[in-house]
């Protein structure tokens, strides 16, 4: 699988599609239209993870994808902006953006930057001595958090693994209903995410 296009997008094209993103199951809702949005290199540590696990395989992919990305003179922990990935293996172009990261203000008043999407990314980050390019979101509504709450004791309680067994505890969800607080980066971008599939193991 080999990319055979990168189309760049800026900073401000970014984030102007960002505040058009939706809510999954409430598509007439735009979660980030008054939040507060900036690019910012910002330390892994500092980081909250909101899942307990890294998953060995998936960490493979990205740093893959890394390579991949290099070869194009792109770098995954700076994309100042957004990169659009036109791959020989799919019809479909893959959007990539930074890692997202939202403010997440907790019943105890302890303040955390949540991990959205990228936490394969931040890992790798972390384990390469590297201060990421993220996207930083605050001023989230207080009724539309991140659907689940970060890991007590950040990245040292997180493990990585080859797999995750049966009943595995994946993340401590905020609701019953979590779902119902899953953000559509697909309604303003391309196929976010799947770079993952794209350059899985054949």
Request: net charge neutral; charged share 25%; hydrophobic share 40%.
């Amino acid at each position: 699988m080999k990319i055979t296009k990168i189309d760049s997008f800026s900073p401000s094209e970014l984030i102007k599609r960002l505040k058009n993103v939706t809510m999954l199951k409430a598509p007439d809702i735009k979660v980030y239209t008054d939040a507060f949005i900036s690019l910012e290199k910002i330390r892994p540590e500092i980081l909250a993870p909101p899942q307990n696990y890294i998953l060995r395989e998936e960490l493979k992919k990205i740093r893959e994808l890394k390579w991949a990305l290099e070869a194009h003179g792109t770098n995954i922990f700076e994309l100042n902006g957004f990169v659009r990935l036109t791959l020989d293996c799919s019809d479909e172009p893959v959007d990539l953006l930074p890692p997202i990261i939202e403010e997440s203000i907790e019943s105890d008043g302890s303040i955390h930057f949540i991990i959205n999407d990228g936490m394969h990314r931040v890992y790798m980050a972390l384990r390469e001595w590297v201060v990421p390019e993220v996207v930083l979101i605050r001023g989230v509504p207080k009724h539309l958090p991140y659907y689940a709450f970060p890991v007590p004791g950040g990245w040292s309680s997180v493990e990585e693994r080859e797999d995750l067994p049966p009943g595995y505890l994946k993340k401590w969800h905020r609701i019953a209903e979590y779902h119902s607080l899953y953000r559509n980066f697909n309604s303003t971008f391309i196929n976010v995410g799947g770079p993952r599939e794209f350059f899985a193991k054949t």
